[in-house]
């Protein structure tokens, strides 16, 4: 099925650095959504987009909405050991009729290693 | 705690096997979403239910099947499995069935077929 691209793949930082990592996609999302996943436990909810452009804050978390509405990046600041786990972008594209479908396509997660 | 509860957390079972899944879903949520996670695949979209009636369906083998009973908890069933259908298995949920509706994912059943 389709997916969206995510970069990178992994990141091995030192903590106290900040992080970026982003999505793009070929069609155009309704939506956009970041959810952190730690081993064997389910997608946690980070930040949801809804607008293209916005910007949104979450605590050292930010993530912005493409204004292509094709790509979403997300910045980790001054990291710590807590924040390593897997990342994943998600989005809902949009169908004819310019609604979106419920369902999320997902990017291939990005693992981040933070080390003390 | 995303509110979205599943069991088991962990099946194993062997291949020609038949296994039940179940989610419920957050307080006030009418949808239900399954998704399936394996290493080679990542997340993948298999289908949707709202209010009780089949959404959307994405790459769900005819193997498969899913339905969302009135209390609106779900269940997933898998049936025929075959060695490949070992993953995790996630639940989510919504408000409402729209794409713009946020998603919460449950603690997923982790499904080892031997």
């Known amino acids: 099925g389709q997916q969206l691209n995510q970069n990178p793949q992994s990141m091995f930082i030192q903590e106290g650095e900040d992080v970026s990592m982003n999505c793009t996609s070929s069609s155009i999302f309704n939506t956009w959504l970041w959810y952190k996943q730690d081993p064997g436990e389910g997608p946690v909810l980070l930040i949801a987009?809804?607008?293209?452009?916005e910007l949104t804050s979450n605590g050292r978390l930010t993530a912005q909405f493409g204004i292509t509405r094709k790509d979403s990046f997300l910045n980790i600041s001054a990291s710590i050991p807590s924040d390593v786990g897997i990342y994943f972008c998600a989005g809902s594209p949009i169908r004819a009729g310019g609604t979106s479908y419920g369902k999320l396509t997902f990017g291939q997660g990005t693992i981040l290693t933070v080390h003390p | 705690d995303s509110g979205v509860t599943q069991t088991p957390k962990h099946l194993i079972t062997a291949t020609g096997q038949r296994v039940t899944l179940r989610c419920s879903p957050r307080?006030?949520?009418?949808?239900v979403y399954w998704y399936q996670q394996s290493l080679d695949q990542g997340l993948q979209f298999l289908i949707q239910?709202?209010?009780?009636?089949?959404?959307a369906k994405g790459n769900i083998l005819e193997r498969f099947s899913a339905q969302q009973f009135p209390d609106l908890h779900s269940e997933l069933n898998l049936s025929s499995l075959e060695l490949g259908d070992s993953a995790l298995y996630f639940c989510?949920?919504?408000?409402?069935?729209?794409?713009?509706?946020?998603?919460?994912f449950g603690p997923g059943t982790r499904l080892t077929v031997l």
């Open positions: 307080s006030g949520d009418l949808s």
């Open positions: 987009l809804y607008k293209a452009g």
């Open positions: 989510a949920s919504s408000v409402l069935a729209g794409g713009s509706d946020t998603q919460y």
């Open positions: 239910y709202y209010n009780g009636e089949e959404r």
